[in-house]
């Protein structure tokens, strides 16, 4: 079968040598139609609409490829994009970086020279979704730009409105769920509202204690609701880092949890870290009672935002969740590879557990596995998703 599937791609390279290259391979290889350009404005001159991938060279005269993936994001483009450069890895991981930073669906990187084997081992990485197989697990929900209040807000935590869903923590080294983190959900007028626009909503207006109540209490109910069915499930629940002043966070966890029938040593507080600790006394006094009274601490989106050596040193966590930046697509990421690997090595060394966020392919599965990283959470196994949908998919 052809790889390319009747797909309609845009070449763009300074290099006639090159274009002519690429687009006789991509027409070997089963593409419906090739549109070759030699520089980023005559590009979006021809248009992409129809377009179902672009692949761009990045140093080109004119126009170069970075402020191209610019313009051809302020055109809501869909389809995927394969970066072309020869220069150094460093620098197209970068450009990598900043692609998907402007919200195109960056598939891969060809180096250059770039050779058949090199272009047919990229293309099943490159197709648009819809030209894909299914993959072992849903897709995020997209979200919504949904516009609320903190009013608005105020009166969902109220009402108790907001929702919590959970996604699967498996063991890598036997496929086994054994913990779910808790995620807090909330739709305005049936429309999802995006967890990070409403919880920074929630801490700069003095919400998220009231928000982190309402998630917790839900979350620990459906943790003793498991251990009464027998199933021993881990719960992690998120924490901003302002709910740490509150030194009766300790008590409120352990008393909420034993109310539902949860053993401390059941749950695990993920320490969020949107703000930075300021004033370190309440928040290391309340981190370590959590420990004294046997519930474990993750370190969560290791090596982003104010995660840091330092906070490992001083903070006695049990859990270290390496972010999704450096593990999905790390087989062909080096430098995300190297994060990855160092982050679990320091983890080892440290005694802490494991946990790969944003595990979206099995090649991201199977680099874990040879990482020797302890658990993974990610689209490959499941999404987040309501408590009953998550009991449905666990009994399969």
Not at 3 to 15: A, F, P, R, T
Not at 215 to 235: D, H, T, Y
Not at 289 to 308: E, H, N, Q
């Amino acid at each position: 079968m052809p790889v390319m599937c009747g797909l309609n791609v845009l070449v763009i390279d300074d290099e006639p040598f090159m274009r002519s290259l690429v687009s006789r391979l991509l027409s070997v290889m089963g593409a419906a139609s090739v549109t070759a350009c030699a520089e980023g404005r005559a590009a979006l001159d021809t248009g992409v609409s129809g377009i179902d991938l672009v692949l761009c060279d990045l140093n080109m005269p004119g126009m170069d490829g970075l402020e191209f993936l610019r313009l051809l994001a302020e055109t809501r483009y869909q389809g995927a994009v394969v970066l072309m450069s020869g220069e150094n890895p460093r620098i197209l991981e970068t450009a990598l970086s900043l692609a998907r930073a402007h919200g195109l669906d960056v598939r891969g990187a060809l180096a250059k020279p770039i050779t058949p084997d090199a272009l047919r081992a990229v293309l099943p990485r490159a197709l648009p979704a819809r030209a894909e197989a299914p993959a072992p697990g849903p897709g995020p929900e997209p979200d919504c730009d949904v516009p609320f209040t903190p009013e608005d807000l105020a009166r969902a935590i109220t009402a108790r409105a907001v929702e919590v869903h959970f996604q699967p923590k498996v063991r890598v080294s036997d496929g086994k769920v054994i913990g779910a983190e808790a995620l807090a959900r909330w739709r305005l007028d049936g429309r999802p509202v995006p967890p990070a626009r409403f919880i920074l909503c929630a801490e700069e207006n003095g919400l998220i204690d009231a928000l982190t109540d309402v998630v917790f209490s839900k979350a620990v109910r459906q943790a003793g609701r498991w251990q009464a069915a027998g199933r021993n499930l881990k719960v992690s629940v998120n924490i901003s880092v302002l709910s740490l002043d509150r030194l009766d966070l300790p008590d409120y966890i352990v008393d909420t949890a034993a109310a539902a029938g949860v053993d401390p040593t059941a749950l695990v507080i993920e320490l969020t870290e949107s703000r930075l600790m300021t004033d370190l006394r309440r928040p290391l006094e309340v981190l370590t009672r959590l420990r004294l009274k046997g519930v474990g601490l993750a370190i969560d989106d290791f090596g982003t935002g104010y995660s840091t050596l330092e906070q490992l040193r001083r903070i006695p966590f049990t859990e270290l969740k390496v972010d999704r930046l450096f593990v999905a697509g790390a087989a062909q990421d080096a430098t995300a590879r190297a994060i990855l690997e160092s982050s679990v090595a320091l983890a080892r060394a440290l005694g802490l557990e494991t946990v790969a966020e944003g595990t979206e392919t099995r090649e991201d599965w199977d680099l874990m596995s040879a990482l020797g990283v302890d658990m993974v959470q990610g689209f490959f196994v499941a999404r987040p998703m309501p408590a009953e949908e998550f009991d449905a998919w666990h009994a399969l």
